[in-house]
């Protein structure tokens, strides 16, 4: 079992589409703190189509409770602010990725605290600043998949 956490997410159809993915892969979905919409937006629920039933939801009111519901996880901080790619992680069952906000990423002090466990998603053109959340998840999540070698 995988976790996704996504820090205060802004924009609804991605948080849907990430839902969808992890009802797909059976990984257990965390928001954490306020997000940028009110989680029976409509816009979400249909970028989750019909799946929300089978989406394993926590919702945390900050990152330690996320912490405090997962002692026994590894977390890695998703960032444009590092040079570590994902595929250098060694990922295991249990593991939580964390997400930031679409607009501003995850917080620096977070990530200061946490260096050691901070990857980012290598992109070829340094024009283009980030990757949409959504498709920033899928692309660890399945890495995360493929090294741990679960079969959903």
Known sequence: ??????????????????????????????????????????????????????????????????????????????????????????FQIGDCLIFGPETRGLPSDLLAENSGQCLTIPMSNPEVRSLNLATSVGIVLYEAIRQIGVTH
């Open 1 to 90: 079992m995988l976790h996704v956490a996504l820090f205060e997410p802004e924009i609804p159809p991605n948080t849907g589409n990430i839902a969808r993915l992890c009802a797909a892969t059976q990984t257990v979905l965390h928001v954490v703190g306020v997000t940028g919409f009110r989680m029976d937006d409509r816009t979400l629920r249909r970028s989750g189509l019909d799946y929300w039933e089978h989406v394993k939801l926590h919702r945390h009111i900050d990152i330690e409770a996320l912490y405090q519901l997962l002692p026994d996880s590894r977390f890695w901080y998703l960032t444009t602010r590092t040079e570590r790619p994902y595929t250098d992680a060694g």
